[in-house]
């Protein structure tokens, strides 16, 4: 099995940096708050996504710029939706959306410790109910 990362102009890592962390435009909470527990669930089946982004934290602590504008354009959609009055407009958005991603890695980052102390940890119980605490969370946090 090789330890070394993707290389950077691979197709994975290319899809990887384009993939939207939520859909733009942000019409709505409702977008903000469906979406990351569906992004926790992509995280569940597919955990090569959260081991890609890790290696290219540690590879690269410099953005790339289709990081930079595929965000860009996600923290505007928050923002449009700040401004029209459906999310919180007193989180700023890059903290919101840094916030909600933190949501989405909270389980698949947690130590395996951690996780070892739920009940029931792999069941899709567990996970069916760590999904409601997400949802909890961002309704919580997007409300205005």
């Given at each position: 099995m090789s330890t070394s990362a993707p290389r950077k102009n691979s197709s994975i890592w290319s899809s990887a940096a384009r993939s939207p962390a939520w859909p733009t435009p942000c019409r709505s909470r409702r977008t903000l708050c469906r979406s990351?527990?569906?992004?926790?669930?992509?995280?569940?089946?597919?955990?090569?996504?959260?081991?890609?982004?890790?290696?290219?934290?540690?590879e690269r602590p410099e953005p790339i710029p289709v990081e930079v504008e595929a965000y860009r354009?996600?923290?505007?959609?928050?923002?449009?939706?700040?401004?029209?009055?459906?999310?919180?407009?007193?989180?700023?958005?890059?903290?919101?959306?840094?916030?909600?991603?933190?949501?989405?890695?909270a389980w698949s980052g947690a130590s395996p410790a951690l996780r070892s102390l739920a009940p029931d940890p792999a069941s899709p119980g567990r996970l069916a109910a760590f999904r409601t605490v997400i949802v909890t969370a961002a309704r919580t946090l997007t409300t205005p």
């Open positions: 990351t527990p569906a992004r926790s669930s992509t995280l569940q089946r597919r955990p090569d996504i959260l081991r890609l982004t890790t290696w290219a934290l540690l354009a996600k923290l505007a959609a928050i923002a449009d939706a700040q401004a029209r009055g459906v999310v919180n407009g007193r989180i700023e958005p890059v903290d919101l959306m840094a916030t909600l991603l933190g949501l989405v890695t």
